[in-house]
C-alpha cells in the first residue's frame, strides 16, 4: 500500500479508522458551503461550537469507558442532574462541587456494578440511569430555577476575544488528551480494553475500570454545567440525547465498541461530524424528528459495521 493509502488505511492501528469519517466531514462541509448561504457566517461558526461543546464533553467520558470494553447510559440523566442541581438558586461554590461529588458518586456506582458484581455494563448503567434520571426530577420536576450568575459568565461571551464555547472546547480536548494519550492510566485503559494480559503487567484492571466510570460521570457534570450556564436554568431532560449522540460519536471516530481500540482524534472527529450533520440539517429545516431518526440510523449503522461478538452486545 501507498504512503497516502497507509495514512488514510492504517494496518492494525490502535487509533482505529478515524479516517474515513474525516473525509465526510470535509465533503460535508464543502456541501453545506455550496448549498446553504449561512454555513460559512460567523454565527453559524460560533453556534457549532456551542452546539458540539457539551457533546464533546460528555463523548471523552464515554470513550475512556468504551475503551476498556465498558459501555455509560448514565452520562444524559447525570447531564441533567448537574443541571438540575446548579439551579437552586445557591452559590456556585456550593453547587459545582455538590454536582460534582454527585457526578463522581453516580460513577462510581456504576463501576462497582461492573467490576464487583459483574453486571453487564447496558444493565448496570441502565439501572443507574434510571436511578439518576429519578433524581434529576426529584431536585427540578420541570424547567426552571436560577443559575449563579458566575456559571452564567463562564460560558457566555468572549475571554480575551475568544468566543468562551472555543476556550472550554479547548480546555476538554487537552485534559482528554492528557489522559487518554499522555499518561499511564491512558496506555492501561488501552491494555484493559485490548485483552492484553494486564494484571500480569501489575495493572489493576478493577480500579482503572471504575475510574473510567467516573471520569465518565465527571465529563458528562462537566457538561451539564456548560448547559446550565448557556441556558441559565435546570432542566431534567436537557441530557436526555447525549447517551446515544456520544456513544454515536465515539464509533462514527473509529473507537471500537469492543474496546482497546481509539483516539481522542477521532472521537472529535465524530463529534464534528455529528455536529455539522445536525447543524446542515437545521440550515435545511429538516424537522427535529427526521434529524432523530438520522442520527439512530448512524448509529446502527455504525454499531452494524463492528462484528457482534466482539462487541458483546
Same mark, same amino acid.
Given at each position: 500500500?501507498?504512503?497516502?493509502?497507509?495514512?488514510?488505511?492504517?494496518?492494525?492501528?490502535r487509533h482505529g479508522l478515524w479516517t474515513i469519517p474525516l473525509l465526510v466531514a470535509i465533503c460535508c462541509c464543502v456541501g453545506l458551503a455550496i448549498s446553504t448561504a449561512d454555513f460559512v457566517s460567523r454565527q453559524n461558526v460560533l453556534n457549532l461550537f456551542a452546539q458540539a461543546a457539551p457533546l464533546i464533553l460528555v463523548s471523552i467520558g464515554q470513550m475512556i469507558v468504551i475503551l476498556v470494553k465498558g459501555l455509560d447510559l448514565s452520562v444524559g440523566s447525570v447531564v441533567s442532574l448537574t443541571t438540575g442541581?446548579?439551579?437552586l438558586n445557591a452559590p456556585f461554590?456550593?453547587?459545582v462541587p455538590a454536582a460534582m461529588l454527585t457526578a463522581a458518586v453516580v460513577g462510581l456506582l456504576n463501576g462497582v456494578a461492573v467490576t464487583r458484581f459483574r453486571v453487564h455494563p447496558i444493565i448496570a448503567t441502565l439501572s443507574i440511569m434510571g436511578i439518576t434520571q429519578g433524581a434529576a426530577m426529584f431536585v427540578r420536576p420541570s424547567a426552571g430555577g436560577t443559575v449563579a450568575s458566575e456559571i452564567v459568565a463562564l460560558v457566555s461571551g468572549e475571554l480575551f476575544g475568544i468566543y468562551m464555547p472555543v476556550i472550554w472546547t479547548i480546555a476538554a480536548i487537552l485534559v482528554g488528551w492528557r489522559i487518554v &494519550? #499522555?499518561?499511564?492510566? =491512558?496506555?492501561?485503559?488501552?491494555?484493559?480494553?485490548?485483552g492484553e494480559t494486564a494484571a500480569t503487567f501489575g495493572i489493576a484492571e478493577q480500579r482503572n475500570e471504575v475510574a473510567a466510570y467516573v471520569l465518565s460521570s465527571c465529563f458528562a457534570a462537566a457538561a451539564?454545567?456548560?448547559l446550565a450556564g448557556r441556558i441559565a436554568?435546570?432542566?431534567?431532560?436537557?441530557?436526555?440525547?447525549?447517551?446515544?449522540?456520544?456513544?454515536?460519536?465515539?464509533?462514527?471516530?473509529?473507537t471500537q465498541l469492543a474496546g482497546g481500540i481509539g483516539?481522542? &482524534? #477521532?472521537?472529535?472527529? =465524530?463529534c464534528g461530524l455529528l455536529a455539522l450533520i445536525a447543524n446542515g440539517m437545521n440550515l435545511l429545516n429538516v424537522s427535529a424528528f427526521v434529524q432523530t431518526i438520522v442520527k439512530g440510523a448512524i448509529l446502527l449503522l455504525v454499531i452494524a459495521l463492528q462484528p457482534r461478538k466482539s462487541i458483546g452486545l
Open positions: 500500500m501507498s504512503k497516502v493509502g497507509r495514512i488514510f488505511f492504517p494496518a492494525n492501528s442541581i446548579l439551579s461554590y456550593v453547587t &494519550h #499522555g499518561s499511564r492510566f =491512558g496506555l492501561h485503559l488501552f491494555a484493559i480494553g485490548g451539564g454545567i456548560f436554568s435546570g432542566d431534567p431532560n436537557i441530557g436526555t440525547q447525549y447517551a446515544v449522540d456520544s456513544i454515536t460519536a465515539v464509533a462514527l471516530g473509529g483516539s481522542l &482524534h #477521532g472521537t472529535l472527529i =465524530g
